[in-house]
């Protein structure tokens, strides 16, 4: 892989950092008018997830990390492994439970995702920004009850639990905002 | 992100711009009634500077193969007049520096120079103080501190200790975000840099203006060495809002010595892989033939106008910034 100077820094950029490959959020020049030159880095470990701040000697050099980011539909779990496909090439990859991490409550069959893949190797999964998603169990409502008064539990298919206006019922179809966790509206079927 | 049809318009609001033409009116007056004469000595010039971390934009004029340089500050070209008998000298004008982008650098920002015969830093600095509270009204008067009592104080390391090195090494393992690279710093000069620019100077008080004083004199630049304590630079710097606003120094006036340091800017370019400089032999003849006792300070005039106007990015007080320029 290769190495990147402290002048092709920039938001974005994958580097190695504490044996972890990280991603780039935000670079700052600090420059004295006499002296050294310092790049102030805030970096997202892309395995923990940790944001930290690093600092570099300007001009010096950092390793690369070979991460690139795919798209890949979800076709099932065999309760260790979560299987992908390439939709073009028919090309299937393994995510463990590491790299799914809590994601596995939003993964829907045939959904495409991003697979975030370090050295070949998924390190993160991201579900689309919506999914569909049918109610397995949640408390009757009351009739006549219209949004934002509140709510209650919702469990899903996949297991996630949502909070749902009191008027959606079991077996309907919900979408849901993976970002948030976040009831969007009912699906007609 | 930029919208190419919205690149023609100004980086910096009207109402800003106008603040700004009152400053620099208010900078000439204040130096028209101290009787310091105005120059505006050349942008374009033969020789760029030998400091290892500067470096100069160049260019070529037709018929001539040399690289000529867009002065970084015009310190050279004013101790020649200053030598030439000129008299105090004040400087309002464009600088550049190559790779220099942040919220507080643009490649082409404006500089305020001058240069007092016969000051010592005190007088100097008192004067920088009394151009700061003309132009920001509200600053209060100026906190001093050594160089080695803002070490002392912020990072409980005294930097003029034989041990100073790995002790510094040390206590700045207490700051995650330069733990790592103070780790691997060999070089003494940049770790104390490192701890002033990322650790000791976000601490300063940015209500209060702050001057820090008596660098190191491997840190010394263009100053001269103090006569009652060899380890110090009669240098200065002044720090306010979170900025770093001014640089200054009881200037070198030994043409000798200056040459040393030009030699020993550029075993230091050497050293970093950094392309190589030559030296400004016209200002080594000048100080040959003589530069009065003097001190001199640059400011940085577009930060003063980012505190002036509350403004915490430097395109905001830009007519058109790098990206719009």
Redo the contacts between chains.
């Keep these: 892989m290769a190495n990147y100077s402290t002048n092709e820094f920039k938001a974005g950029l994958k580097i190695m950092q504490d044996g972890e490959p990280c991603s780039i959020i935000e670079n700052e020049m600090v420059k004295p008018g006499k002296g050294q030159a310092f790049n102030r880095v805030r970096i997202r470990k892309l395995i923990s997830g940790k944001v930290v701040e690093k600092t570099f000697k300007s001009g010096d050099t950092v390793e690369g990390a070979d991460v690139v980011d795919v798209e890949l539909a979800f076709l099932y779990s065999d309760g260790e492994f979560w299987h992908f496909m390439n939709n073009d090439t028919f090309e299937q990859l393994a995510a463990d439970a590491k790299a799914v991490g809590d994601m596995t409550k939003w993964l829907v069959e045939q959904n495409v995702c991003v697979l975030t893949l370090w050295n070949g190797s998924p390190i993160a999964v991201t579900p689309p920004n919506f999914v569909e998603l049918e109610i397995v169990e949640t408390d009757p409502g009351l009739k006549g009850d219209t949004a934002g008064t509140g709510g209650k539990p919702a469990t899903l298919t996949t297991g996630a639990v949502v909070k749902v206006p009191l008027f959606v019922q079991r077996g309907e179809v919900i979408k849901v905002d993976t970002r948030s966790g976040e009831y969007v509206s009912r699906v007609q079927k | 992100m930029l919208q190419p049809s919205d690149a023609w318009q100004p980086s910096a609001d009207l109402a800003t711009l106008q603040l700004r033409a009152a400053m620099l009116r208010q900078v000439r007056d204040f130096f028209y009634r101290r009787n310091v004469l105005e120059v505006d000595t050349p942008l374009l010039a033969r020789f760029g500077v030998t ?1 290892p ?1 500067l470096t100069n934009l160049t260019t070529q004029l037709s018929g001539d193969s040399h690289n000529w340089a867009l002065q970084t500050s015009p310190e050279f070209a004013m101790k020649r007049l200053l030598a030439a008998g000129s008299g105090c000298i004040y400087q309002l004008g464009k600088a550049f520096r190559d ?7 643009n490649p082409e920002f404006t500089l305020l120079e001058w240069y007092r015969i016969g000051f010592d830093l005190k007088q100097l600095m008192d004067e920088l103080e009394q151009l700061v509270q003309l132009l920001l009204v509200d600053a209060p008067a100026a906190n001093y501190l050594t160089y080695q009592q803002a070490f002392q104080r912020y990072l409980q390391v005294d930097p003029f200790a034989v041990n100073s090195h790995s002790a510094l090494q040390q206590a700045l393992q207490s700051y ?3 733990a ?2 103070a780790r691997r ?1 060999t070089d003494s ?2 770790l104390q ?2 701890a ?3 650790v000791i100077e976000p601490q300063l008080d940015p209500a209060i203006p702050t001057f820090i004083t008596h660098y190191p004199a491997s ?1 010394a ?1 263009l100053a001269c060495l103090s006569n009652t304590d060899s380890r110090v630079a009669e240098r200065f ?1 002044l720090f306010y809002g979170g900025l ?1 606003l001014a ?1 200054g120094y009881h200037e070198l006036t030994d043409a000798m010595l200056q040459q040393q340091r030009f030699v020993a800017d550029q075993q230091q370019r050497s050293l ?1 892989s950094r392309p190589p400089a030559s030296a400004d032999t016209r200002l080594v003849a000048a100080l040959t033939h003589g530069l009065p006792a003097c001190a001199g300070v ?1 400011v ?1 005039f577009d930060r003063l106008v980012m505190l002036r106007c509350g403004q915490q990015h430097i395109r905001q007080v830009l007519p058109f910034a790098i990206d719009r320029a």
């Design positions: 400091d971390h790779d220099e982008q942040s919220a507080r650098h995650a975000s330069v790592d690279v710093e000069d940049t840099q490192l002033m620019a990322c840190q630049a710097e770093e640089n970093l640059a940085g």
